[in-house]
């Protein structure tokens, strides 16, 4: 269990490192304790002015959210939130990067064309997918 637990630690830590990289993006790790709410997921943030909230998960199929955790996730997806769950660093860039209408789209777009055109392979296709938005947002905030 504890190497699970390890594992799910690395992995909010990574998504926290490449969150940081990006400009309008503030992001906190929430730790249990008795002032904690149970279930609430394990980061949030702000990303150009929207809350987010992510429940960690480990890219293994046992790891799977509670009852209670879809329920606190679905609180926040009511009051506004962007939610949801990240078993990786791309999944989670793929939940907030499309929040600039049209970015993720058009990053889609290219993707596909790309595996179309052969030039990378489907399997590709959402990591390549995000490292195009993740382009596209940054230059689009440097020349702001």
């Excluded at 949801?84 to 860039?93: D, F, I, K, N, Q």
């Excluded at 993720?104 to 596909?112: D, E, K, P």
């Amino acid at each position: 269990m504890r190497r699970n637990v390890a594992l799910e630690s690395r992995i909010t830590q990574a998504i926290m490192r490449r969150l940081r990289e990006l400009h309008g993006v503030i992001v906190r790790k929430r730790h249990g304790s008795q002032m904690g709410v149970a279930g609430d997921p394990d980061l949030y943030g702000t990303i150009h002015g929207r809350h987010f909230e992510i429940e960690v998960k480990r890219p293994d199929a046992g790891s799977e959210l509670t009852g209670l955790q879809a329920v606190r996730l679905e609180q926040w997806r009511r009051a506004g939130a962007i939610v949801g769950v990240a078993r990786s660093v791309e999944e989670a860039m793929h939940l907030l990067l499309p929040l600039r209408r049209g970015v993720g789209q058009v990053a889609m777009a290219h993707a596909r064309d790309l595996v179309r055109l052969g030039i990378i392979d489907r399997e590709a296709l959402l990591p390549v997918a995000n490292a195009i938005a993740t382009a596209i947002t940054a230059y689009c905030t440097e020349r702001r």
